[in-house]
């Protein structure tokens, strides 16, 4: 279990669970508003501010406190096209 203080001043517990291959993962799935989120953040870092999937990622975890990994990332962009840069192709 990892706690942080954000700038509220609340603390947010962040329960982990260890994965057949080692590795720690959140115990409950993203919630539909947490995807909804997470894909657009990630669409702002790569398109908008033209950071690679892994700076992004960097960023979604120090700054936002999202920890995604660079294939959840990468499927989110993939799967998603913003009606801004639609006309862009």
Do not use: K
């Amino acid at each position: 279990m990892a706690a942080r203080t954000p700038r509220g001043g609340h603390v947010i517990l962040d329960v982990r669970v260890r994965g057949r291959d080692g590795r720690l993962y959140r115990a409950t799935p993203l919630t539909r508003e947490e995807r909804i989120r997470a894909r657009w953040l990630a669409h702002q870092l790569v398109h908008g501010d033209r950071l690679s999937i892994r700076a992004a990622q960097r960023v979604m975890a120090e700054t936002h406190g999202l920890r995604r990994s660079v294939g959840a990332i990468a499927a989110d962009l993939a799967g998603y096209e913003c009606p801004d840069c639609a006309g862009d192709t």
